[in-house]
C-alpha cells in the first residue's frame, strides 16, 4: 500500500496521516530533519501527528493557521527529557519548537520555541 512507503529509515508514509481522513501531506525537509533527529538521539521516535485536515485540526483545538495544515510540522513523543529533546532538535535544524507536557511540536519556520 501506498501509505506503507518507507519515506526514510525509520519512517513511513502513514505515521504523517491526518488520523480523521487518512489524507497525507509531509514536507520532504521534515521528514529528513526528523530523521536527523532519530539518529542523532538513537532512540524511538513517535509520531502522534503530523499532517491534519481542516475538521481534525479543530477537533484537536489547533490554531486555524497551524503548521499541521500545510504538512509542515509534527508531533513526536520520545522517551527522554523533552528540554533536552527540544535542544537537540533546534541543533539537527528544528525551528518552531513547542514543548508540551507529553510531547514536542517540531516545525519549519520561523525560528521560536514556546511552551503549551
Known sequence: MINDLRLTDNFNLKEFECRCCKQVKIDSELVFILQRLRD???????VTSGYRCVRHNKEVGGVENSYHLQGLAVDIVVDMNLE?????ARSVGFRGIGIYRNFLHLDLEPVRTWRG
Open 40 to 46: 542523532t538521539i538513537n532512540r524511538p521516535v513517535i
Open 84 to 88: 533536552r529533546l527540544a535542544d537537540l
